[in-house]
């Protein structure tokens, strides 16, 4: 008898793609002060034998931008002459309280099939060179060498090296990332979803040659393309492993309105 | 040729048990104000063409409770006598930045079997009684005509009928639970990680008729059996479709030292 | 020999203004969740005699919306038809981080004379009726039983005797208020700043009988004439002490961009 | 006819002894993350002409530890052997939502005679080296420089020179402070409160000759003597226009338990 789903999850090998979150990682500038935990009840504080019994409980409060961490960025975080993906305006779903449209709620769990370019490894380096921008020819290089492709609905994971500088801002603030290029190259794949173990995925502070604009995968890829960019993923364990194929679990939660979700990705083989 | 494991997930029909996160979402008493978000940059702040050329970014900030919305409780979040699981005690382990040991980036991904009970649907219910309190004998009928077991390693999900409630505190927080005997008898039968359609899978303010003290499970599934409680799932739409057994996935993610987490956890047939 | 100012300071009565604060006080429903403080950092977590020898230390976080509690409006807070007072537009002030102009950092500290008109008092009542409209001329009737006249630079307090209800949300947010008629007196007084023990100074959802519009005050005190509106405050100890003329100190912090300021005013006698 | 306090404050001269706050505004590494004010609900989100005419509103939320910026320390904020001022242990006044006692709104208003030891002017240095300790011998020869006596009750402010410095953290932190000799002669004196223009009162990192430990005047001032430290004023100009003898005005909120309290302390001359 063939096991069932529920056996096969049971039984894979998990990589967990998540970053540790604590005050003091990494944060992108535009979004500190990031993340804070303040555990405020205490186990004490609840010692009530006669309503409670030997039972006491502790909880806190996080404090937390979107960005922060290993996350996923909704369709409604960027824009592109003020017009999201699939046409919607930004003028009118933008309220205090998150977007009417597009909103982090809307992203449907990504299920399915991953690839792994470790483009780090493949050049035999333990992490790229500070703000190496990885182009098109690099990851078609890097396929080859692993002997896969990237396929229409894949999730693609490309990998810096730098995911071991998460204790460490300035270097990591520095990593590696995807050239123009290398983001026109993923999108031609017919990819899903697109992460890094950097940032931003986009190379920090590079220009498009052609518009001279920063960030060129965050104008292109959500919202002119619907894909989906994952940031800050640690991908060091897959890449030792050698697992280039994978089934990729990546599932945002619904916060109402928001850009974006810290989750905590997977891979499984 | 058979499917991978990759295919067969991005084939898979997926129920969606997160409800959605929204500032006015039901919030024990314990953990208000509960949630937030603030979308405090918006597009047309950021335009800059010379530097970003058309592209604009939006970004918000939560300020939640680790216990608000669909959550997972850390084994740290409870003790009994000041000892949690393990016999690790709270002496020591407790920090302004959270918990050294059994912290929510403790627990893995929660991949496995999973069962339903729906007890509403059973008795032919919309929702149980306010603070009605499912036995064992519940459980066990209900499982009876269900054709189902809860065999050891399962994730057991019971349904009270009261996720239609989301938008009504007052009534949610009434909601129906499973009592201690209920819980006994979950605990019998090995489960990994229990969850109901209310908020504290308890029935709210019922004492234990042994120790007069509220919250059995909390005190019992936590410290002493390492079982992980999950509250405010929604499995209407599972309950409906009768699937009673599945494949569930509940990920957790690492805010180290926190005694809980929100996530988005799903049931694939 | 005269005294000082600073001995006149130090050996004046002082009437303390201020609401105290804490989670639970009433909040207006635009400015949830208002008020949490978590004390999460405990003076036994410090405890490091190497270091610190005896000495341990204790403190917490604060989170709040900035009309929270006793607080004063800043002249950024409301506009009329986009514009704020001065003529300022609110295109191009307003930041993710607050507004470039018209900041509750502008707002000087509000040192000099106050009339405290108890119409409450004046009626012989515990506090007014739910929602009751303050008028001009029960201003003026009030003032004259009271024996002081409002004059230009005043700051002005009205009394409608619903501090008292500072830990029930329900009544204290259907408090008495100020109308339209008495609203334009007070600015037809020339007064520096208005203040009452209430919410929003307006009375609850009245609406302008010419305009329709509610928070008349709000649209005519703050952008059209510079007025500033303080809210929340407590003045029973000084009306049953019946000063009617004091002191006044209002010191609002210098958050920048912010609409506002929680604030402990005082008077003295 | 004698000017009224009334008069004879609305006619003083004010110094703001605030620093502004923002964001990116210099924090003590254990208050970290300091300071956030993020601006969601914008004018144009509330433009509802048929309830609201054309008036618009703006807030934002507030997040923030209550030791950042310019701010007094409550007597709760510490402890010598578990023990805070006046021999209330730490044990059962500590809460989740602050301290029973010793709370930040127990403190009085601050109003009365404050002299200044501009300490750097004296030295006719801008600032004074980076974490210079100021002596006893320093306070009494500048008080004897400037002719001032401080007496009983004063409130002491104490000028290093780095508040220039608040756009600069990592210098700031280094700033000058008063070491134990200067601690004991102020507390001799008799003084109600003290303050400096930098993080801490205390020199940074410096221990006390004798147990070791760092921060003497947070030991010795608040749980021995119950006297109040200010952190962060600005006293450029008030050292500039060389007014040594003033009044002071620090009134802290009352955030109930709160270990301390952000305020706009003034000196009027």
Not at 167 to 193: C, F, H, I, M
Request: include cysteine; proline fraction near 8%.
């Amino acid at each position: 008898m063939q096991p069932s789903l529920a056996e096969i999850l049971r039984d894979a090998k998990v990589y967990d793609l998540e970053q540790p979150r604590f005050s003091g990682m990494p944060i992108h500038p535009a979004h500190r002060p990031g993340y804070f935990y303040a555990l405020h009840r205490r186990h004490q504080d609840g010692f009530q034998p006669e309503v409670n019994g030997l039972r006491t409980g502790a909880a806190g409060m996080l404090t937390l931008m979107e960005h922060s961490g290993t996350h996923l960025d909704a369709l409604c975080h960027q824009a592109c002459g003020f017009t999201m993906y699939g046409g919607v305006p930004v003028a009118g779903t933008e309220t205090p309280a998150g977007f009417t449209e597009l909103g982090v709620e809307t992203v449907p769990p990504l299920l399915g099939p991953g690839v792994l370019l470790d483009v780090a490894g493949w050049k035999g380096q333990a992490h790229l060179p500070l703000k190496y921008p990885i182009t098109a020819k690099d990851l078609q290089d890097c396929a080859a060498a692993q002997k896969v492709e990237v396929a229409p609905g894949d999730v693609l994971l490309v990998r810096t090296g730098f995911a071991s500088f998460w204790d460490n801002e300035p270097v990591y603030l520095q990593a590696a990332g995807v050239d123009k290029s290398g983001t026109l190259w993923a999108a031609d794949r017919g990819v899903r979803a697109v992460a890094a173990d950097n940032m931003a995925w986009d190379v920090p502070d590079q220009r498009d040659p052609d518009s001279g604009a920063t960030l060129f995968a965050h104008v292109y890829l959500l919202p002119k393309k619907g894909i989906y960019i994952m940031e800050n993923l640690n991908l060091d364990a897959l890449a030792r492993d050698r697992h280039f194929r994978f089934a990729f679990i990546g599932i945002p939660l619904k916060f109402k309105g928001a850009t974006g979700s810290p989750f905590r990705p997977l891979a499984l083989v």
